[in-house]
């Protein structure tokens, strides 16, 4: 069983807690990133604020990965996840979705996160700002990482995509650099606190950060110049769902303004078949007890109804539509997106299921590539990866 079946969430809700103007069960489950990661920490945040108000447990269970995060939440033995970029990776079925037991998801948003402050970056140890060279980080920009030890996350082509994205931006590879392999997204910071590694990727939020800048080593964001297009086209070309900001929230930022990038982090998101009435409550909770949590984890501001994104990449799920609706904050506009993105995942979901039925011989990974590509084609639909 995939979900939680309609008559399953009837029942968890005959013995849910009502506050404020929601219900939910008593117990609610979602994935994390790993322990000390920001989206761990707004999740436990999170919980704590239900707790107080309704007496309702949210258990958080942290993956070190994007297939550790989604693969309970398709099982249907947890309700949501809270998820980063996998969210539109796992729609999309490319890099490990691209697994025969994978394949296109259909993935729905709740809330996004977005607007904290902070930014999605690559950051440096300042002892390896010495070693190039440029002590003080003075001048160091994300060319100088030719030569550094840099991370890969084993099971996470997501979060090495994003390493490789800063790598590209700086004109560089990962030939370009020394791979460091790591088991998790938070062991790949433990190496910048003990020195095993010279950068890492992170919401400048997360306390992985926060530990990173008070080692030995410190911590340093290199900027990003939003006015080198043939730099940033690099970037996208590889991961187009990043934009420059301006962060002043993190880690190693001091409250001053630097030039960065971001994407919604973390999503708060649950499979296109989970219960309409318990996504609507669980999005409206997150709403309702928004000022007894913003202030209780680095970068939950950012969970605010008025930082939502309705034209990024994955669609919002219909019971949350139905909450941003009465909340006056779904339009037209939004709601013709929506569409578009829906019809998106069953174009794709379409092709891996007659790529399936044809059993094709040979690398399976490179005729999904190729099925995905002319149908979304076909559809004249954008076709990246």
């Known amino acids: 069983m995939r979900v ?16 404020g103007d929601y219900s939910l069960p008593k117990t609610v489950t979602w994935t994390a990133y790993s322990t000390g990661s920001s989206g761990y920490n707004q999740a436990v945040a999170i919980g704590a604020a239900l707790q107080a108000d309704a007496d309702i447990n949210l258990r958080v269970l942290p993956g070190n990965n994007d297939l550790a995060r989604l693969e309970p939440v398709r099982q249907g033995k947890v309700q949501f996840a809270s998820n980063g970029v996998g969210t539109y990776l796992a729609q999309e079925g490319v890099l490990e979705f691209t697994d025969p037991n994978w394949g296109p998801q259909k993935v729905r948003v709740l809330l996004n996160n977005l607007g904290s402050g902070a930014g999605l970056a690559l950051g440096v140890s300042r ?32 979060m090495n995509m994003n390493v490789e994205a800063f790598l590209a931006y700086g004109d560089l590879t990962w030939d370009d650099t020394e791979v460091v392999e790591f088991g998790g997204f938070g062991a790949a910071w433990k190496g910048m606190v003990d020195g095993s590694v010279d950068a890492g990727f992170a919401i400048t939020s997360a306390g992985n950060a926060f530990e990173a800048e008070a080692s030995p080593n410190g911590l340093f964001w ?18 187009p769902y990043f934009v420059p900001v301006t962060a002043t929230e993190g880690a190693g930022l001091n409250g001053e303004a630097k030039v960065l990038t971001a994407y919604p982090y973390p999503i708060l998101m649950a499979y296109a078949e989970q219960d309409g009435d318990l996504v609507y409550n669980m999005t409206k909770a997150m709403a309702e007890l928004y000022d007894d949590y913003k202030d209780d984890a680095p970068g939950a501001i ?11 990449v994955v669609p919002f799920h219909e019971g949350s539509v139905r909450f941003l609706q009465e909340a006056g904050y779904w339009s037209e506009e939004a709601q013709a997106h929506n569409d578009a993105l829906i019809h998106r995942q069953d174009v794709l979901a379409a092709a891996w299921r007659e790529l399936k039925e044809a059993e094709p011989e040979g690398d399976w990974a490179e005729a999904w590539s190729r099925a995905r590509r002319e149908a979304l084609e076909a559809e004249g639909l954008p076709a990246p990866f």
Request: charged letters at 20%; glycine letters at 10%.
């Open 302 to 312: 950012g969970w605010s109804l008025d930082n939502q994104v309705f034209d990024w």
């Open 222 to 239: 290199p900027a990003i110049d939003p006015d080198d297009t043939a730099a940033l086209d690099r970037l996208k070309a590889v991961a």
């Open 127 to 158: 002892t390896a700002c010495e070693k190039v060279g440029k002590p003080g980080c003075e001048g160091f920009t994300l060319a100088d990482l030719k030569g550094l030890r840099v991370p890969q996350i084993m099971g996470s082509p997501s």
């Open 4 to 19: 939680l079946t309609v008559s399953l969430v009837a029942g968890l809700l005959s013995t849910s807690a009502v506050a």
